[in-house]
């Protein structure tokens, strides 16, 4: 993958995750950091800081995310989620407009 | 409720779990501020239910701490109300303080060192926290600050760069707009809403509305700014189209009605004035076919202007507009004025500026009417000058021609400016049929100029000529009343064209005596068809005779017409003497004649012509 093409979303934690710029413009919340006018830090440095979102979750995330781009594309699978992260990665999802 | 330090989850303890969460949610809404929602800038420790389930032991979510003395479970709860009830109130002016400063930032162009994601998580924070009446109001407030220090640095500036300065005020307002916009986007989303409130783009807009153009400086200022601009463009200076358009598109944008009450409007009475006094000096100064040119000329330039740099829905209104003022007021004016009027333009075969006339007139109301009125009756006084005037009379074919050729040059007319229109063919038509029919001996002089065209005027023309000049006839005999008055002359000069053998071509004859018989049925030309047919037959009857008798060919040569009676006129019979060769050789003929034919009695007449 491109450096131009990605996008590296970091957790509470410090870990980070890169992922394609496609699939974190999943997020309409991210989509809007990416593509707003005006010159925030997120866009130019093409990194996004969550210090709200822990690591499990914001795995959880990613994984969902290239399973839209997957399910959209036709191939319709199942995404597993485990019934104890269903709490956060609600209030993740709401946060970042999923 | 003793529990064994056992991993093992028991069913007991799950229960007590379960108990343990519904009570905490019992007693958070006898609470007075019912959170749902957990803040994440303080520390979990201490405030959570540590789980017992073992994936769950060591990772950082929930502590990292070992499971603590069960005992102090209820202790827990107790204290994270305190803790909540504490934090609530400055949390939110903090909070507020943080977007606010980012707020003051954006406006003064300083973003870019800011956190997106920072100001989105305190903004939904502050939403989530059921603070989002504050937000709201706070950024009301914050904007509404900003857009009066605006508005001020905008009257501020000099004259000229009153028009730069707004544009350019109202890019940054835009784009501090939309980042405001994106930043606040969860309060769009959600609060907005449920609370009927206006969103943040909108929100923008009516403040800028509010605050800058609808301040009383900027307001009158800005309308006389840009009057002043088309004044300008109008007496043929060159202004800045581009800063125009921005501003008009900022009015648009603003609203429909911003744009109509602000600047549609008054440019319309403005427009109005301009076009009035312009209008009454031309009038004064120019001839009519000039007139009309700066007419098209400055609807033209209008159209232009609205294509540039106005709203497209404002084309109609100011043509509109123009046309009023400067077609439908002096209409009449143009068509009637002396020298140079549609009269003139008529009789000096003006098709510029009669086209021209009828472009434009065809614009207004009663527009085309007038014209076609003022045509209609000019053509009929030219043709009753013609056909009472006694001097043309005296030629029959030279009035027929002079007919046609007005004819002519009316169809031209009516073809190359005023496109063909139907009702002006008509009008033409009705004329020309009113003052033909005014003289009686119209159509005898018709039946002239037809005889003299078949006796000698045709004369080597090709046969597409003659068929042009046949069918013009034509036209003219279409317009007669009196249709049986020339059927009368006609056949009457047709006789003598075939007795006297003066005619230039059969052809000619038959195709004019078909085309009279489509225009009025055969009825009508049932004996020129038998004149014709008789002729033919006269020439076969002749050739035959001279075929028999061989050595006739040396003597006087005889012609002889055999003429069905009551297809010819009569004409009282002159007797002559025939000199004796004559006469042997017509009783010769009749004899050789009657053994031919199973005839009636026929009746000798001759037309003697020496």
């Not at chain 2, 059921?130 to 640095?153: C, D, P, Q, R, W």
């Not at chain 2, 018709?446 to 004369?459: A, E, Q, W």
Request: charged share 30%; net charge negative.
């Amino acid at each position: 993958m491109r450096k131009e093409d990605t996008v590296k979303l970091i957790s509470s934690e410090g870990f980070e995750f890169v992922v394609d710029k496609k699939a974190a413009m999943v997020s309409q919340t991210i989509r809007n950091m990416l593509t707003s006018p005006g010159s925030f830090a997120e866009a130019q440095l093409g990194e996004v800081t969550f210090p709200e979102i822990s690591t499990t979750i914001l795995e959880k995330i990613c994984q969902y995310f290239y399973w839209s781009l997957q399910y959209s594309s036709g191939k319709e699978t199942e995404f597993p989620i485990e019934p104890e992260l269903t709490l956060e990665l609600m209030m993740a999802a709401n946060y970042l407009h999923t | 409720m003793e529990l064994r330090r056992n991993p093992r989850v028991s069913p007991v303890a799950a229960a007590s779990v379960v108990l343990l969460v519904a009570l905490c949610s019992v007693l958070e809404i006898r609470a007075s501020d019912p959170v749902f929602y957990d803040s994440f800038d303080e520390p979990f420790q201490g405030r959570w239910v540590v789980s017992e389930k073992e994936d769950y032991k060591g990772r950082g979510i929930l502590g990292s701490r070992e499971m603590s003395n069960p005992q102090k479970k209820r202790n827990f709860q107790i204290e994270a109300f305190k803790h909540k009830v504490v934090v609530d109130p400055k949390y939110a002016d903090k909070t507020w303080k943080i977007l606010e400063h980012a707020i003051h930032e954006i406006y003064n162009h300083n973003a870019s060192g800011l956190s997106f994601e920072e100001l989105y998580r305190n903004a939904y924070n502050m939403v989530l926290h059921k603070f989002g009446e504050k937000l709201y109001s706070g950024l009301v407030s914050t904007m509404t600050a900003h857009l009066k220090e605006i508005s001020k640095s905008i009257e501020d500036s000099q004259g000229g760069l009153f028009l730069e300065e707004l544009n350019r005020k109202w890019n940054d307002h835009n784009k501090a707009l939309q980042m405001i916009r994106d930043i606040l986007k969860y309060m769009d989303r959600t609060f907005i809403p449920s609370t009927c409130k206006t969103p943040v783009h909108e929100l923008g807009l009516i403040l800028w509305r509010d605050n800058v153009i609808y301040s009383p400086k900027i307001r009158s200022r800005l309308l006389d700014t840009l009057l002043e601009l088309v004044l300008q463009e109008r007496t043929g200076d060159v202004i800045n189209r581009g800063l125009m358009r921005n501003i008009i598109k900022m009015l648009m944008d603003l609203g429909s009605s911003v744009y109509q009450e602000e600047f549609e409007q008054p440019f319309l009475d403005v427009s109005a004035e301009f076009y009035k006094g312009e209008s009454q000096k031309f009038i004064e100064s120019c001839d009519s076919g000039e007139y009309l040119k700066k007419a098209e000329k400055r609807l033209y330039e209008e159209i232009d202007r609205v294509t540039h740099y106005l709203d497209a829905k404002s084309e109609v209104k100011i043509t509109n507009v123009v046309e009023k003022e400067m077609i439908a007021n002096h209409m009449l004016a143009l068509v009637h004025m002396e020298n140079s009027g549609l009269v003139n333009m008529l009789l000096d075969d003006k098709y510029e500026d009669l086209g021209r006339m009828y472009s434009l007139f065809r614009r207004v109301p009663n527009g085309l009417s007038t014209v076609r009125d003022v045509m209609t009756s000019h053509i009929r006084d030219i043709g009753k000058q013609l056909v009472s005037d006694p001097e043309k009379l005296k030629d029959p074919v030279e009035f027929v021609q002079r007919l046609l050729d007005e004819k002519d040059k009316y169809d031209g007319i009516i073809g190359s400016a005023f496109g063909n229109d139907k009702t002006f063919q008509n009008a033409l038509n009705s004329s020309f049929e009113y003052f033909i029919n005014l003289n009686p001996r119209s159509p005898e002089f018709i039946s002239l100029f037809v005889d003299d065209k078949l006796r000698k005027g045709l004369k080597g023309v090709s046969e597409e000529d003659v068929e042009v000049i046949l069918d013009k006839v034509m036209m003219l005999f279409r317009y007669l009343q009196e249709k049986d008055v020339f059927e009368k002359c006609y056949k009457q000069h047709l006789a003598k064209r075939f007795l006297s053998g003066k005619t230039v071509s059969d052809d000619a004859e038959r195709s004019l005596i078909v085309k009279l018989k489509t225009e009025c049925g055969s009825q009508f030309t049932s004996k020129l068809e038998g004149m014709l047919t008789d002729r033919k037959t006269s020439q076969d009857t002749m050739q035959g005779f001279y075929s028999s008798h061989p050595e006739l060919s040396e003597g006087p040569t005889l012609t002889v017409q055999v003429l069905t009676t009551g297809s010819w006129p009569t004409q009282s019979a002159v007797t002559c003497n025939l000199p004796a060769e004559m006469f042997s050789l017509c009783e010769k003929f009749r004899s050789y004649y009657l053994g031919t034919q199973r005839s009636e009695a026929v009746m000798a007449n001759q037309y003697g012509d020496g």
